[in-house]
């Protein structure tokens, strides 16, 4: 496995990075670009849309390398109306002209036939390349990958809740019908650096819960939700030190199973 080599977003023949960026926290437009120059291009603009990766794409954009990223624009709304509405404001707001995965934002549940019509509708006209999901039930993709409609999951993943190694990864078709998986939430919410949570082990550093992450077969992408330049550094680190080795596994595995009864139980 080669972190520096990227990797098809499942079935819908993206190629992708295995670190992904998120803008939520406001990472500067430059680390970002230098990420993408690092092979680093899935882009998350989410509910919370900042100026660092606007400017970002833009920048890209105006170097000829639209086609050489992947734009996921996500909402949260139930909604066929809103949600289409959001999703216009965002390609305007980033000056493009179509997203390559178009996410349905925590959902527990299929989403309703007004909402999969709207995506189907939205793919029809050449407005997004992919749907995608994410959402807190893990047994809910398996079900979702029998059908066809959503192509791309965000699946909670970490150290602390490895859950999806038996509850997705394994019973996702393979070959050719293979939905795309992101892993997120890999630093478990910033538990797993914490040394006042993790005492008496050490703490992992972020770019060992990175590489937990892309290690893991079953994950196309692991995203990063870096604040500064610094973080957007830290996390490249990922890409250089590659796949954990047996000991590191078993490292962090400790880790998340001492961290799993102090964070909580979340699915």
């Not at 179509?98 to 939205?122: C, H, I, Q, T, Y």
């Not at 797993?192 to 550093?205: D, E, G, H, S």
């Not at 500064?228 to 680190?237: D, G, I, K, T």
Request: with cysteine; charged share 25%.
């Amino acid at each position: 496995m080669d972190f520096s080599e990227k990797r098809e977003l499942g079935r819908t023949g993206l190629l992708v990075g295995p670190l992904g960026m998120s803008a939520a926290y406001d990472p500067p437009a430059g680390a970002l670009e230098e990420a993408f120059e690092r092979g680093c291009n899935y882009f998350y603009w989410g509910a919370v849309r900042r100026g660092g990766m606007k400017t970002a794409i833009k920048n890209l954009c105006g170097r000829g390398r639209r086609d050489e990223m992947v734009i996921a624009i996500q909402s949260f709304s139930r909604w066929p109306w809103p949600t289409e509405a959001s999703f216009h404001r965002a390609l305007k707001a980033l000056g493009i002209e179509r997203a390559d995965v178009l996410l349905f934002g925590w959902f527990n549940s299929e989403p309703g036939k007004r909402m999969l019509d709207l995506g189907r509708k939205l793919k029809e006209k050449g407005l997004v390349r992919s749907l995608g999901i994410t959402g807190h039930n893990r047994k809910l993709f398996p079900e979702l990958a029998k059908k066809r409609d959503i192509d791309v999951f965000h699946v909670r993943y970490n150290a602390v809740h490895p859950g999806a190694e038996q509850d997705v990864f394994p019973l996702l078709p393979e070959g050719p019908d293979r939905p795309g998986v992101v892993a997120f939430t890999a630093l478990c919410w910033g538990h797993l650096l914490n040394p006042k949570k993790t005492r008496p082990l050490a703490p992992a550093t972020a770019p060992d819960c990175y590489r937990f992450c892309m290690s893991q077969p079953g994950v196309d992408v692991c995203m990063t939700g870096p604040a500064n330049a610094a973080q957007v550094a830290e996390s490249l680190r990922a890409l250089d030190l590659g796949p954990l080795s047996g000991e590191e596994m078993a490292r962090m595995r400790e880790l998340g199973k001492h961290l799993y009864g102090k964070v909580g139980r979340i699915w």
